[in-house]
């Protein structure tokens, strides 16, 4: 059962374009979502993250949109630039002030930006 | 510095035969976890350790064990079980506790080819 559904698998977008993935979860009892920035053959860093009681988050140019009715979540970059080239994924958090804390990732989506 | 070491950061094992990879980290955190990551997969919870000589199965931990003797140290073995190991292993590892981060601090991977 995949609890963090990832869309696209991969991107293409040109320099300066604006660049969406898009996660959708089933769990309403996750309560933190962080967005990871992976650079081939390198670990995952944090990227931004937000809670589900903002409905946005902005830090530079990556901007987080929250929809927690319709259980879905975004992250947005804008003005794209080659460097931003990278696997990104969303993840999803249960207990994320507790002991019990568990984190489930989506599939990823490739992000080429083309000069 | 204050990271998350792995190694080696490459590594070729005949079937049948065990592995281990170190993870080691000075951040003083609580937490420590295992991802394994696969093309197309997202990254899947292997095993993870909220304390010391404390330690849960993730979502595929057959074939795999850990141990957690010291804070520092979150060593994975890959067994001869594990029918299909050759993957890219991510070490975490979260401050922990109520008061603890919210996401996960990663090292830089290692690379696990079956020949």
């Known amino acids: 059962q995949q609890q963090v559904k990832q869309s696209p698998q991969s991107l293409i977008v040109q320099k300066g374009g604006i660049s969406i993935i898009n996660c959708a979860y089933e769990?309403?009892?996750?309560?933190?979502f962080p967005w990871y920035q992976q650079f081939p053959g390198k670990g995952p860093a944090l990227l931004i993250a937000?809670?589900?009681?903002?409905s946005e988050k902005k830090e530079g140019r990556f901007t987080i949109s929250f929809n927690k009715s319709a259980k879905q979540f975004s992250l947005h970059i804008m003005d794209s630039q080659p460097g931003d080239s990278a696997t990104y994924f969303c993840?999803?958090?249960?207990?994320?002030?507790?002991?019990?804390?568990?984190?489930?990732f989506g599939k990823g989506t490739l992000l080429t930006v083309n000069p | 510095d204050g990271g998350i070491t792995q190694s080696p950061k490459y590594l070729f094992r005949k079937e049948g035969q065990n592995v281990t990879l170190s993870c080691e980290q000075n951040?003083?955190?609580?937490?420590m976890y295992w991802y394994r990551q696969d093309p197309g997969q997202g990254l899947r919870l292997i095993y993870y350790?909220?304390?010391?000589?404390?330690?849960q199965k993730g979502d595929i931990a057959e074939g795999y064990s850990v141990s957690r003797e010291k804070k520092e140290s979150f060593p994975l073995t890959v067994t001869s079980a594990q029918k299909n190991p050759t993957a890219f292993y991510l070490c975490?590892?979260?401050?922990?506790?109520?008061?603890?981060?919210?996401?996960?601090?990663f090292g830089a991977g290692s690379r696990l080819t079956v020949l």
């Open positions: 769990n309403t009892a996750f309560d933190y």
């Open positions: 937000i809670r589900p009681d903002v």
């Open positions: 350790s909220q304390i010391v000589n404390d330690f």
């Open positions: 975490a590892s979260r401050e922990g506790g109520r008061s603890g981060a919210n996401v996960l601090t």
């Open positions: 951040l003083n955190h609580d937490a």
């Open positions: 993840a999803a958090v249960l207990n994320s002030g507790g002991s019990n804390y568990k984190l489930t």
